[in-house]
């Protein structure tokens, strides 16, 4: 979700949206998978696709109808979380399969598998961000939008697909929680409303766009888990 968040506040938004996806994610995967492996490759694309639509929304409100992000993605998790409310009708059902869960609580070679999951995942992005063209128009776009148009960045198509990378990096990371956890839960998304936008600060990003780095959001990540894992004890 960090690595996600991490895009958007580059381009200067901001994705509040990510815990309603994670409920959204956690509700529709486990009432596709129902307990079966064969299940598992449909749950998930589902969910990727309802993840991308969303960032998709996300990205036009902001560019083509210049709502503000903290609105216009604040507003969306309420939409995301009364869907799934509507949907599960306050009562959720479903399950993860065996296959599912191993993912989210197994472990190769004593390294847990979600770990491996979320570095691969960070790391690439990295790379994405600071090796490509693509990663430079995020830069330039949250730097300043204006001059980056004026220079041929296609600034509306960027923020765009930041939202979307953000969309779907959270369902990603709803997956593996859904999978660690194997059970349909209504408030499982609430806890990550702000934790993200943490995480990237503490890392070194700022909130008006232009200046920061996945790898240190790996850095802010690490910290602030360690320091939620102290504040709540062992329980």
């Known amino acids: 979700l960090a690595t996600g968040q991490t895009l958007t506040l580059l381009v ?42 969303v960032g998709a929304l996300n990205g036009l409100l902001i560019t083509l109808r210049n709502v503000t992000p903290l609105i216009a993605t604040l507003a969306m998790n309420s939409i995301l979380f009364g869907a799934a ?14 296959g599912f869960a191993w993912i989210g609580a197994g472990s190769l070679s004593g390294v847990p598998v979600s770990l491996l999951f979320w570095l691969v995942l960070a790391l690439g992005v990295a790379w994405v961000v600071r090796k490509t ?5 995020l ?25 979307v990378l953000s969309a779907v990096l959270a369902a990603v990371g709803g997956l593996l929680f859904t999978a660690y956890i194997g059970a349909p839960s ?4 609430n ?27 790996i850095g802010g990540t690490i910290f602030i888990t360690n320091e939620v894992g102290v504040w709540l004890g062992p329980n």
């Open 139 to 163: 830069y330039a776009t949250g730097a300043n939008a204006t001059a980056a148009n004026l220079m041929g960045v296609p600034v509306t198509a960027v923020v765009i697909s930041a939202y």
């Open 191 to 217: 806890q990550f409303l702000l934790t993200s936008v943490a995480a990237v600060v503490v890392g070194g990003t700022v909130l008006t766009g232009g200046v920061g780095s996945v790898i240190a959001t």
């Open 133 to 137: 063209v693509y990663g430079r128009w």
């Open 186 to 189: 209504l408030g499982i998304g």
């Open 85 to 98: 409310l509507v949907f599960t009708g306050g009562a959720p059902h479903g399950d993860a399969a065996p």
């Open 12 to 53: 200067g938004g901001i994705d509040l949206s990510q815990a309603g996806i994670v409920t959204l994610v956690n509700i529709v995967s486990t009432t596709i998978i129902l307990g079966s492996d064969a299940n598992i490759g449909s749950a998930v694309l589902v969910c990727l696709v309802l993840a991308a639509v």
